[in-house]
T-cell receptor, first 110, second 113 residues
Framework: EDQVTQSPEALRLQEGESSSLNCSYTVSGLRGLFWYRQDPGKGPEFLFTLYSAGEEKEKERLKATLTKKESFLHITAPKPEDSATYLCAGFNQAGTALIFGKGTTLSVSS | NAGVTQTPKFQVLKTGQSMTLQCAQDMNHEYMSWYRQDPGMGLRLIHYSVGAGITDQGEVPNGYNVSRSTTEDFPLRLLSAAPSQTSVYFC????????????FGSGTRLTVV
């Protein structure tokens, strides 16, 4: 069964305290892995697409990396405005739909 | 503003009632989909469409019906609402099946009592 698993479920950080979120996947014939950000009461917003092992993408304080088995979202010196739920997703085998993990809820306090 | 528009934002239904959640996009996207989001369950795919006149089932299609008569619109119909359908529903679109940047609507929060 195609599956995307994220850990931890929740993460509390102090402002400036760097950390990483994990996404592991068992999607057959994986055709890329994607990160989205979701703020409370809103729909998810696209962050990154990663296609091959070793690939890295950066945006402000966020850097996404991909290995053969998992992806990491590194958050460097986070700020309170980085507080959100971060979702990882991969295509199903047919490539017709995104399968999402349950997300990691990040809280950054000042 | 270009994007995905969902209506209504909030809805309360009684068990057994039917209703239609509306979704419209103005980006000329071929692919549209419906997800439901429940606490602890994440986003789960209900139905999707790769183009006008073509729809298919996702992971949790039971109790829902869709049609795609135009490129812009992809309504989701609840045939006979049940408390288990209490959820937040998101519509998403992208240029075509297999492209990676999905644009999501702001969601419809549905409560079935």
């Amino acid at each position: 069964e195609d599956q995307v698993t994220q850990s931890p479920e929740a993460l509390r950080l102090q402002e400036g305290e760097s950390s990483s979120l994990n996404c592991s996947y068992t999607v057959s014939g994986l055709r890329g892995l994607f990160w989205y950000r979701q703020d409370p009461g809103k729909g998810p917003e696209f962050l990154f697409t990663l296609y091959s092992a070793g690939e890295e993408k950066e945006k402000e304080r966020l850097k996404a990396t991909l290995t053969k088995k998992e992806s990491f979202l590194h958050i460097t010196a986070p700020k309170p405005e980085d507080s959100a739920t971060y979702l990882c997703a991969g295509f199903n085998q047919a490539g017709t739909a995104l399968i999402f993990g349950k997300g990691t809820t990040l809280s950054v306090s000042s | 503003n270009a994007g995905v528009t969902q209506t209504p934002k909030f809805q309360v239904l009684k068990t057994g009632q039917s209703m239609t959640l509306q979704c419209a996009q103005d980006m000329n996207h071929e692919y549209m989909s419906w997800y439901r989001q429940d606490p602890g369950m994440g986003l789960r795919l209900i139905h999707y469409s790769v183009g006008a006149g073509i729809t298919d089932q996702g992971e949790v299609p039971n109790g829902y019906n869709v049609s795609r008569s135009t490129t812009e619109d992809f309504p989701l119909r609840l045939l006979s609402a049940a408390p288990s359908q209490t959820s937040v529903y998101f519509c998403a679109s992208t240029l075509s099946a297999g492209t990676t940047v999905y644009t999501f609507g702001s969601g419809t929060r549905l409560t079935v009592v």
